[in-house]
């Protein structure tokens, strides 16, 4: 873990709990008190409704494959280790999607499917920051 390369997230007051819940495996998206929207990524203002009344709520971490790509070749440097590799937008069952890997699947386009049931991984990469992966279900 110590010598992980890829950049890392640095939370701040609005996405902080975000990554604290992740970081007790138990994830936690903003949910819109006034039209019941759950919002990602973390933000001060609902993007439906503009209403600051955002509550932290836990979801399933459980959703579907909304689309993907497989890169083989990636300009960032820490990125070129172990590809290709999947990036995938899933949306998860409370509607919310969420840009993430798709991980123990195959990075080949036989093995991915859009609509494909997910369930999110903990990734731990370093002591302080685990990141939101999911696989197949
Ligand atoms: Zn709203």
């Known amino acids: 873990m110590a010598d992980y390369a890829k950049p890392l997230p640095t939370p701040d007051p609005v996405t902080k709990p975000f990554w604290d819940s992740l970081k007790v ?18 933000r001060s203002h609902c993007p439906g409704c503009l209403s600051d009344d955002l509550v932290w709520t836990p979801v399933s971490g459980r959703g579907v494959v909304h689309a993907f790509t497989i890169p083989y070749r990636h300009p960032n440097p820490a990125f070129r280790e172990g590809g290709p590799y999947v990036v995938a937008l899933i949306e998860l069952d409370e509607g919310a999607r969420m ?5 123990e699947v195959d ?9 494909m049931p997910v369930e999110i991984v903990y ?4 002591d302080e920051v685990t990141l939101p992966k999911f696989r197949p279900r």
């Open 25 to 42: 495996q138990a994830i936690q998206l903003q949910r819109c008190d006034a039209c019941q929207t759950f919002v990602f990524y973390p």
């Open 99 to 103: 840009l993430t890997n798709l991980v």
């Open 107 to 115: 990075a080949t386009p036989e093995a991915v499917k859009v609509g």
């Open 123 to 126: 990734d731990a990469v370093t």
